[in-house]
């Protein structure tokens, strides 16, 4: 079946460094690529998505490139704040006998001190 | 505009008993996923409801139920509730279905504690 592998946590930096979160997927078709962030006592909130392969995804200094050949969907953000302190997932949906189910990595923790 | 709410936010209940939790979708959204969250296996697709249809289901004992409503709310059911049944349980809501790679939009969930 399909599956996110993330890389494990947590990833702890000090404010402006650089970011990257690893992600890479297994999937049968083309999935549509996702990044959610879930901040302390909230819900997942969409950060960005990418739909074809090359496609890059950003939002709030964030980018993530979809790259088809190594099957990966990288996080990075190059000056991260604290206010990014928070859980980011990985996730996918891809075509699945005339299904569609959605798969998330396990969760990558992010602290970042002042 | 509401975001997705979940009603009850925490919930504690007992081995064998049941339980229902409730969804309301972002105003215009037709689309309702439900997820389980816990440590040990991360955040896992139940299923998806579309238009009132089941549209896509994960892979969950049949314990694991839910149904939609004409005016796209859900609620989900879990019967003869075991001890490993304890988690954060999200709902999502989007315009079309997963399958489209709509956004989804998360409820800050529904904690259930088994006993």
């Known amino acids: 079946g399909d599956s996110v592998t993330q890389m494990e946590g947590p990833v702890t930096l000090s404010e402006e460094a650089f970011l990257t979160i690893n992600c890479t997927y297994t999937a049968t078709g083309y999935p549509s690529l996702f990044w959610y962030v879930q901040y302390p006592g909230e819900g997942l909130q969409l950060l960005l998505k990418?739909?074809?392969?090359?496609d890059k995804g950003s939002n709030k200094g964030f980018e993530a490139t979809y790259r088809k050949e190594t099957t990966s969907f990288h996080l990075e953000k190059g000056s991260v704040q604290v206010s990014d302190s928070a859980v980011y997932f990985c996730?996918?949906?891809?075509?699945?006998?005339?299904?569609?189910?959605?798969?998330f990595g396990r969760g990558t923790s992010l602290i970042v001190h002042p | 505009k509401a975001g997705v709410t979940q009603t009850p936010r925490y919930l504690i209940k007992t081995r064998g008993q049941q339980v229902t939790l409730s969804c309301s979708p972002i105003?215009?959204?037709?689309?309702v996923s439900w997820y389980q969250q816990t440590p040990g296996q991360g955040l896992q697709f139940l299923f998806e409801?579309?238009?009132?249809?089941?549209?896509n289901k994960g892979n969950f004992p049949g314990r694991f139920s839910g149904r939609q409503f004409s005016n796209s709310r859900s609620e989900m059911n879990v019967s003869t509730l075991e001890l490993g049944d304890s988690a954060l349980y999200l709902c999502a809501s989007s315009l079309r279905t997963s399958g489209d790679g709509d956004e989804q939009f998360f409820g800050p969930g529904t904690r259930l504690t088994v006993l």
């Open positions: 105003s215009g959204h037709r689309s």
């Open positions: 996730a996918l949906t891809a075509p699945s006998g005339g299904s569609y189910i959605p798969t």
């Open positions: 990418a739909t074809k392969a090359d």
């Open positions: 409801y579309f238009s009132e249809t089941q549209r």
